[in-house]
């Protein structure tokens, strides 16, 4: 009974942020740092699954979020809109919020067949090998991308606002907010469905002890691919979410400076913790926004952010290498919680 009340009051929550949105009773500011933050939880908790749970060290979330985005805005574009080099629209702009999920999940799809490309290398190889390889696949993504006239190269892909302009010539409302905020909440259900299910503790057991785990009959390498396609393609979901929230991307937004703000946010919230991962994500992105601020106030540059951040990394791994929640959830320090919600 608690566990619907938990829901229904998620649930008021999202209607209720909808609509101050919708009735600019919150501002454009703060609904950037909202929407940014639900990406950012997102793309920490994906990564955690990989990282955390599974206990391997893949350094190049930013490929598989880049994927998803470019996937994700081309078809949107030439589906819904009428582009110079494009072409289109293939459907009626007006089938655009009906359909535009759908594109969504077709980029998050070209991202966890990424994320294949990547797990098969993984059954041989583990730890810093293991990040090497995710790296170079973060670069050959990169380079890809940046040499295809087609997706506009290093200018960048634009284009995208018009298919939101689409979706609000059918109905009038805060299209991406609506729809981050259910990427976001989707996200967080199947993560935790899945690392809570029989099928999951395998990716619990690769971490303890892969070798024991197979002898305890669990098939490591099938568990290695469900587990990367599924964070290849939740940060596929985050990067068509993000392009469409943006309206213009290019491959720089998808470096490996992308892929270090995701290390940052899993070592800090905690391997092997849900609940830490959003956490961590949100402490990230109100931090960085607060950096942003006295950056600016001083009249530092801003690229220092990228001095920082990475300082950051290397204290936490020196003084409190299990990060701020470790391998708990929130229903272990609170346990009066399991009866609002479980996360294990």
Known sequence: MRQYTFNIVLFVLCALLILGAHFELIGLYYQSVLLLLCINVILSASLNLVNGYMGEFSCGHGGFMCVGAYVSSVLAVVMFTKDAVLGGPWVSPYLAPFLFPAVLFVGAGAAALAGLLVAVPSFKTRGDYLAIITIAANYIVLSAVENTDLVGGSRGLQGMKRVVTAMNNVVEMPWMVTWILLGTIFTVWLLRRFVSSTYGKGVSAISQDEVAAEIMSVNTNKMKIAAFMISSGLAGLAGGLYAHQIGYVNPQSFSIMRSTECLVMVYLGGMGSLSGAVLSAVLFTLLSEA???????????????????????????????????????????????RKWCKFK
């Open 291 to 337: 950096l942003r601020f006295v950056l600016q106030w001083l009249g530092w540059n801003q690229v220092i952010k990228w001095v920082i951040i990475p300082l950051v990394l290397i204290l936490l791994m020196q003084f409190r290498p299990e990060g701020i929640m470790g391998n708990k959830e929130l229903t272990d320090i609170f346990p009066r919680l």
